[in-house]
C-alpha cells in the first residue's frame, strides 16, 4: 500500500462548477439549446468569484458540452439524448425453479470485477482509504498478542455496530446495536437472511432483471424464484407485485430499493411505502439489499426499513462499494429473525477479522467515513458522466439506457439482433470483459442488454473498450 500513489480530497473550485453543470447537462435538466446563467448568476449560486466560473465554462467548452452564441452567453450543444431501455412486460408471471448453468458461473466471476478492461491501470489509493490500511496494520499487530487466540463475539463488534446503529438512525432506520449482526459481506447477509426466512421449495420474489448473486443464492438454497418486472428507472414493479401475491405465496421478497445492480434504479418513498404494505398484509419477509444506498450523488434515499412498521424488513449491506470489496465486513439487520440471524451467522461464519471491524470503528467514529463517501460519490458522478460521454461519443445513438444517479452500473439495451452473451466471448478475446444480460434473470430474456459499470474512468484504455466494443458488436 505504501508504494502506491495517494490522492487527497481537495477538488479545484472550478471544477466543482463544472461538474455541477455537466451533471445537469448528462441529466437531461438542461437540454440541448437551452442557454447556461449568466457569469454573475452562476458566481451567485455556487459561491465563488466570476474568473472560477469562467474557467468552469471553459472547461465545459473544452469538452464540447457548451458552446459560445454572440449576445447569448453560453448554450447546451446538441448531443444525442440518451433513451431509458424498454422496460419489460411479463405476461406469464410464475414460480421457477433455479438451476444456472456452469457456462455462466464463469462469467459471473469474471462480471463481478466491475472492469471493462481489468488490465488497465487502477487509480491511485485515497489518502482515507491508506489511512483505513495502516490502522487495520496496526490493529493486527498490537490486537495480535492478547487477541488473536480468540474468536470475536459472533454478532459481531460492538462499538462497530454501535457507529452502524448511529448511521441508520440518521435514515430514520430505528435499530440499536443488538439488533444487528456483522457478516462476511452483503452476499453473507443476503444468504443469511435467506436461510433464516425460507426453507426450500418456497417462492420468493426477485426482481427482474436482478443481481445474479441473489439468483445463485436461491439455486443453492432450493428456492423457487418469481420475477418480477423491474422498471429502469423506477425500480420494482410494485402494481404487478400486488397482482402476483393474490395468485402466489410468498415467503420472502429481495429487493434493492436504491440505485440497483444491473439496472440504476431508485424506487420512490411511495412505492417503498406500498411494498412494505403488501410485506405485512400477505405475511412475508423484505429482504432490502441496501449496499449501494449511501452511493447517491445528490440525496441518500431513504432505507425500505425506514418505513418498517412491524420489523419484517431485513436489511442486508456491506462496506463493499463505498469503501472496498477486500474488507469483507458486511451487516444485517434482522428485524423479527434477528435471533435466527445470529445463530445461522455463528454456524456459517463463527466470526468476522476483529482487527478490521476495530478499524472501521475508528473510520466511522472519526468521521472518515462520511468524508470519504463524499469524495467518493462525486468521483462516481463524473465516472458516470464520462462513461454517458463515450457512449454519445462511439455508440451514436445505437444504444437505450437510462442516467442513475447514484450507484455505479448502468443497464444498456443493444438491438435486438444482438445476443451479448456472444458478444462477452467476442470482447474477452479482446481482453475487455462485459457482463451480459443473461446473468440478471432465471426466465426473461435480456439477450441484448448488458452491464456497464463506471466504477473506474472511462478515460485511456477504458474508454477505447468502449469503442472497440461497438465495432466488435457490427464486426
Ligand atoms: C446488489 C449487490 N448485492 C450484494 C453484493 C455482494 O456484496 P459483498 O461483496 O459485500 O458480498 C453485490 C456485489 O456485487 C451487489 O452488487
Redesign the pocket.
Known amino acids: 500500500m505504501g508504494t502506491e500513489a495517494e490522492v487527497s480530497i481537495h477538488q479545484s473550485k472550478y471544477k466543482v462548477v463544472a461538474q455541477a453543470i455537466e451533471t445537469l447537462i448528462i441529466e437531461q435538466k438542461l437540454q440541448p439549446g437551452d442557454k447556461v446563467h449568466s457569469i454573475r448568476k452562476l458566481s451567485a449560486d455556487y459561491g465563488v468569484a466570476k474568473n472560477t466560473v469562467i474557467h468552469a465554462l471553459h472547461l465545459l467548452e473544452s469538452k464540447s458540452l457548451i458552446e459560445a452564441r454572440p449576445k447569448s452567453g453560453f448554450v447546451v450543444k446538441p448531443s444525442q439524448v440518451s433513451t431509458p431501455p424498454t422496460v419489460p412486460i411479463f405476461d406469464d408471471i410464475k414460480p421457477s425453479k433455479v438451476a444456472i448453468p456452469d457456462l455462466l458461473q464463469n462469467v459471473m466471476l469474471r462480471g463481478?470485477a466491475f472492469d471493462i478492461t481489468p488490465t488497465a491501470q487502477t487509480e491511485p489509493v485515497h489518502s482515507l482509504m491508506s489511512k483505513l490500511h495502516r490502522n487495520i496494520n496496526k490493529n493486527m499487530r498490537t490486537q495480535a498478542a492478547k487477541k488473536v487466540m480468540y474468536y470475536d463475539e459472533p454478532q459481531g463488534n460492538r462499538l462497530l455496530r454501535e457507529q452502524l446503529a448511529l448511521h441508520y438512525r440518521y435514515l430514520g432506520v430505528d435499530a440499536e446495536a443488538n439488533q444487528m449482526t456483522v457478516t462476511g459481506?452483503?452476499?453473507?447477509a443476503?444468504f443469511l437472511a435467506l436461510m433464516a426466512t425460507c426453507n426450500p421449495g418456497d417462492n420468493v420474489i426477485i426482481e427482474s432483471p436482478g443481481?445474479y448473486?441473489v439468483i445463485q443464492l436461491l439455486d443453492q438454497l432450493g428456492l423457487h424464484a418469481i420475477e418480477v418486472p423491474s422498471h429502469s428507472q423506477a425500480g420494482l414493479n410494485v402494481e404487478v407485485l400486488q397482482k402476483t401475491l393474490t395468485q402466489f405465496s410468498v415467503s420472502a421478497c429481495v429487493v434493492?430499493p436504491a440505485y440497483a445492480?444491473p439496472s440504476g434504479a431508485s424506487m420512490s418513498d411511495e412505492d417503498k411505502e406500498l411494498l412494505v404494505a403488501l410485506a405485512n398484509r400477505y405475511n412475508f419477509a423484505l429482504i432490502e439489499?441496501d449496499?449501494?444506498g449511501d452511493l447517491g450523488f445528490r440525496q441518500r434515499p431513504k432505507p425500505l426499513k425506514s418505513f418498517d412498521s412491524e420489523d419484517r424488513v431485513i436489511l442486508c449491506s456491506?462496506f463493499?462499494k463505498s469503501l472496498s470489496?477486500d474488507l469483507r465486513i458486511?451487516w444485517v439487520i434482522g428485524g423479527q429473525w434477528q435471533e435466527r440471524i445470529n445463530r445461522l451467522k455463528l454456524v456459517s461464519h463463527l466470526a468476522c477479522n476483529q482487527s478490521v471491524q476495530l478499524a472501521l470503528f475508528q473510520f466511522m467514529q472519526e468521521g472518515d467515513f462520511k468524508r470519504y463517501l463524499r469524495h467518493i460519490r462525486s468521483t462516481l458522478e463524473t465516472q458516470r458522466n464520462q462513461l454517458v460521454h463515450a457512449l454519445h461519443k462511439y455508440w451514436e445513438g445505437k444504444v437505450k439506457f437510462a442516467v442513475p444517479d447514484g450507484g455505479l452500473s448502468m443497464w444498456v439495451e443493444l438491438p435486438s439482433s444482438v445476443d451479448t452473451l456472444t458478444l462477452y466471448n467476442k470482447a474477452l478475446a479482446n481482453n475487455i470483459v462485459i457482463t451480459p444480460g443473461v446473468l440478471f434473470s432465471v426466465e426473461r430474456d435480456f439477450s441484448n442488454f448488458m452491464r456497464l459499470s463506471y466504477c473506474h474512468p472511462t478515460t485511456g484504455q477504458r474508454e477505447q473498450a468502449i469503442k472497440k466494443l461497438r465495432a466488435l458488436i457490427y464486426s
Not at 459481506?185 to 453473507?188: R, S
Open positions: 463481478a459481506g452483503c452476499q453473507h443476503l443481481f448473486g434493492s445492480t439489499d449496499i449501494y456491506s463493499s470489496r458486511g
